[in-house]
């Protein structure tokens, strides 16, 4: 091989590599940037996989699993029975209350219907009280003695009728059967008097 041929070779054999140097120093300088060149960088491949995972668990952990939700719901049920037995008892309570009320109601009604049909005449101190009395034909007459010692009860005019003996506590009733005044005494103390006014 003659010399010119050999320095023709080398020659093209420097050029070769210098340019192979520069394709690297280029390729270098564009991942690294500090040539000017654009960059151009693909995004890391998983990164945003990663994120989007971590978004999933967190929503997973904050939704409330089935036993949760199964805690939740009986838990309600529970509340709801027992607002539902205080509502009946409250019910209950307040039917009961109607029932005491009306049962009073129709006691005072009762009392007050023979408070009409009845009159009192109490004997104490050894006198009639009250000694004077207006009633209506058919109401009924009750004296009862309150004292220690015994009376009775025995018309003298307007009326017949006449009482046994009453101890302490004893009662004796009469009605009248038409309009009249009755004049009466205690015969064991003949002081002891009373009068009944009687109307139709």
């Known amino acids: 091989m003659s010399r010119l041929t050999l320095t023709v070779a080398c020659t093209a054999l420097a050029l070769a590599l210098g340019a192979c140097g520069k394709d690297d120093e280029s390729v270098t300088g564009r991942d690294a940037g500090d040539d000017g060149a654009t960059v151009t960088t693909s995004p890391t491949p998983g990164a945003g996989t990663s994120t989007s995972t971590q978004s999933d668990t967190a929503a997973a952990k904050d939704k409330p699993s089935a036993k949760d939700r199964a805690k939740a719901a009986a838990k309600a049920k529970i509340l709801a029975a027992s607002a539902k037995d205080r509502a009946k008892a409250a019910a209950k309570e307040r039917a009961r209350t109607a029932s005491t009320a009306a049962v009073r109601a129709a006691s005072r009604a009762r009392a007050k219907a023979a408070s009409k049909d009845q009159v009192s005449i109490a004997i104490r101190d050894i006198k009639f009280k009250p000694q004077h009395v207006a009633v209506k034909v058919g109401q009924k007459i009750t004296w009862t003695n309150r004292d220690m010692a015994p009376h009775n009860v025995t018309a003298k005019k307007g009326a017949t009728f006449a009482s046994e ?16 005044t009755i004049d009466y005494v205690c015969t064991i103390h003949p002081r002891q008097d009373g009068k009944l006014l009687v109307t139709k």
């Open 165 to 180: 003996k009453l101890n302490r506590n004893d009662s004796f009733t009469y009605t009248p059967t038409k309009a009249a």
